[in-house]
């Protein structure tokens, strides 16, 4: 089957052979089957290794004591956390995938923002992913322990725990796709970046909203906490787009060819 990746669209010479519509479909039917082995392949693997996946995210939280509500809980719990695992780091291959099926079809100029773009939200995901590891979820979980010491002993569903990280996780990680935003919205002309300096007053209170929306707990810390990371992300992203954000995207462009 021929493919976009068989051409060559860095020469300067005029490509006048396109590929028919239902080569594209199957190319892309191709892309998406290796993308779902590559995630059941990773699930497999952290299903196998589930009892290190566990340690580690019980590592935010000391003395307490994790039960099950019946017999087949913890297991169903194991199998969820294989699955956004290998989902996790199967993505960057996802996207390469989606890369090299967009590629052909892109202009150079397209292929300096896109590309990046791409990249560039993955690493600020998995940054959100880190910020709520090491910060978010000790902050939240320790407010609840010392709201109840010498009250009650902490005795803790496996399975509500893992979903409460869950979310913490995931609404960390896209809350870190602001600049993304951003950038877009400011390439797409539809705002500048001295009007997006200029609504930092309903940028606050938004961000107060989101903090107290995405964040699964009802404590203030952790609200506060992630308010101040969409703070701090939406100013970088302002910077960013007004520091000559097409030669950013150049050298990053180069960086990612080299």
Same mark, same amino acid.
């Given at each position: 089957?021929?493919? !976009?990746?068989?051409?060559?669209?860095?020469?300067?010479?005029?490509?006048?052979?396109?590929?028919?519509?239902?080569?594209?479909?199957?190319?892309?039917?191709?892309?998406?089957?290796?993308?779902?082995?590559?995630?059941?392949?990773?699930?497999?693997?952290?299903?196998?290794?589930?009892?290190?996946?566990?340690?580690?995210?019980? &590592?935010?939280?000391? !003395?307490?004591?994790?039960?099950?509500?019946?017999?087949?809980?913890?297991?169903?719990?194991?199998?969820?956390?294989?699955?956004?695992?290998?989902?996790?780091?199967? $993505?960057?291959?996802?996207?390469?995938?989606?890369?090299?099926?967009?590629?052909?079809?892109?202009?150079?100029?397209?292929?300096?923002?896109?590309?990046? /773009?791409?990249?560039?939200?993955?690493?600020?995901?998995?940054?959100?992913?880190?910020?709520?590891?090491?910060?978010?979820?000790?902050?939240?979980?320790?407010?609840?322990? !010392?709201? $109840?010491?010498?009250?009650?002993?902490?005795?803790?569903?496996?399975?509500?725990?893992?979903?409460?990280?869950?979310?913490?996780? =995931?609404?960390?990680?896209?809350?870190?796709?602001?600049?993304?935003?951003?950038?877009?919205?400011? /390439?797409? !002309?539809?705002?500048?970046?001295?009007?997006?300096?200029?609504?930092?007053? =309903?940028?606050?209170?938004?961000?107060?909203?989101?903090?107290?929306?995405?964040?699964?707990?009802?404590?203030?810390?952790?609200?506060?906490?992630?308010?101040?990371?969409?703070? /701090?992300?939406?100013?970088?992203?302002?910077?960013?787009?007004?520091?000559?954000?097409?030669?950013?995207?150049?050298?990053?462009?180069? &960086?990612?060819?080299?």
């Amino acid at each position: 089957m021929v493919k !976009n990746s068989d051409f060559n669209f860095t020469d300067n010479a005029t490509i006048t052979l396109e590929l028919p519509f239902s080569e594209h479909i199957e190319e892309l039917r191709q892309r998406f089957f290796h993308i779902f082995w590559i995630i059941l392949l990773l699930t497999v693997v952290a299903f196998i290794e589930v009892k290190l996946l566990v340690k580690i995210l019980e &590592l935010p939280v000391d !003395n307490v004591k994790f039960f099950q509500l019946s017999p087949g809980e913890y297991f169903v719990s194991t199998v969820k956390i294989s699955f956004y695992t290998g989902l996790l780091f199967g $993505s960057p291959f996802a996207i390469g995938q989606i890369i090299l099926f967009l590629l052909p079809g892109l202009t150079k100029k397209e292929t300096k923002v896109i590309l990046p /773009l791409l990249l560039s939200s993955l690493c600020l995901f998995g940054l959100g992913l880190l910020f709520s590891y090491y910060a978010l979820i000790p902050a939240a979980l320790n407010f609840f322990l !010392n709201y $109840s010491d010498e009250v009650i002993e902490p005795l803790w569903s496996f399975d509500q725990y893992f979903e409460f990280i869950l979310v913490l996780f =995931y609404s960390t990680g896209l809350a870190f796709q602001i600049p993304i935003i951003q950038i877009l919205l400011g /390439l797409l !002309n539809f705002v500048s970046a001295q009007q997006m300096l200029g609504a930092w007053r =309903y940028v606050i209170l938004v961000s107060t909203i989101i903090g107290a929306v995405l964040t699964p707990s009802t404590d203030p810390l952790t609200q506060l906490l992630l308010s101040f990371a969409i703070l /701090l992300l939406y100013f970088s992203g302002v910077v960013v787009f007004s520091r000559n954000c097409c030669f950013f995207f150049d050298c990053f462009f180069l &960086l990612i060819v080299s």
